[in-house]
């Protein structure tokens, strides 16, 4: 087992599910014991790869994955919907998917609905504009608020 | 980073907010660095960007400034 091997396990739970596997579940699917599974988990938190909840093995990000909701979802043409991280993250997971999809988001300022939609691989024409707060180089101070 | 229906809606956003503006770009510019950024992560062998090739991916979508250096 190698911690991509990890990486893509849980990538590909959160889209055939929408639930993060926890250590016990891919030490399971790899056929490793659960210690070894956790500890590949906290290499790739390490390496920024994925987020977990704080002091545990609970997988919060698997870029560009939510595995807990969020505002950002990416609905695609296969009827088949995921959460993403942020709208960067969501728009990712139908790049990743290589799908037809959309973007169902609001406006983080009064709440209206926002669709960015993405057909044969280009992106409708939209009025929003994309806001960070922060340098790109601060992003991982705190990743949940960029 | 957030989406807004319009500048006038960041401006509002960040003034109600004591923030100083960030960067505010177009969904395209996001969607062509999200396609490199993301498309590739259900492929064997993965690995983040390095902090050049990251940037690299940011000035390919146009966005050269210091916000956006590494």
Redesign the interface.
């Given at each position: 087992m190698t911690d991509d091997d990890v990486r893509l396990h849980i990538l590909r739970e959160l889209i055939a599910s929408g639930t993060a596997p926890s250590v016990a579940d891919t030490g399971a699917a790899l056929d490793v014991p659960e210690s070894d599974a956790a500890a590949a988990y906290d290499r790739l938190a390490a390496n920024r790869v994925i987020v977990l909840e704080p002091g545990t093995h609970d997988v919060l990000m698997a870029a560009p994955l939510s595995a807990v909701p969020t505002p950002h979802i990416a609905r695609m043409a296969d009827g088949r919907s995921h959460y993403g991280n942020c709208v960067w993250d969501a728009l990712g997971v139908i790049a990743m998917l290589g799908q037809d999809g959309g973007v169902e988001t609001v406006c983080t300022d009064c709440d209206a609905a926002l669709t960015l939609t993405v057909r044969r691989g280009a992106l409708a024409p939209t009025d929003a504009v994309v806001h960070f707060a922060v340098p790109a180089a601060r992003w991982w101070e705190n990743i949940v608020f960029t | 980073?957030?989406?807004?229906?319009?500048?006038e809606?960041?401006n509002?956003?960040?003034e109600q907010r004591g923030?100083?503006?960030?960067?505010?770009?177009?969904?395209?510019?996001?969607?062509t660095?999200?396609?490199p950024?993301?498309?590739?992560?259900?492929e064997?062998?993965?690995r983040?960007f390095t902090p050049a090739e990251?940037e690299a991916v940011?000035a390919g979508a146009g966005l050269t400034d210091?916000?956006?250096?590494?």
């Open positions: - | 980073m957030l989406l807004f229906r319009s500048e809606h960041v509002r956003w960040c923030l100083d503006r960030g960067a505010v770009f177009t969904p395209e510019q996001l969607w660095v999200a396609k950024w993301h498309g590739p992560r259900l064997r062998g993965w983040r990251a940011f210091t916000f956006w250096h590494l």
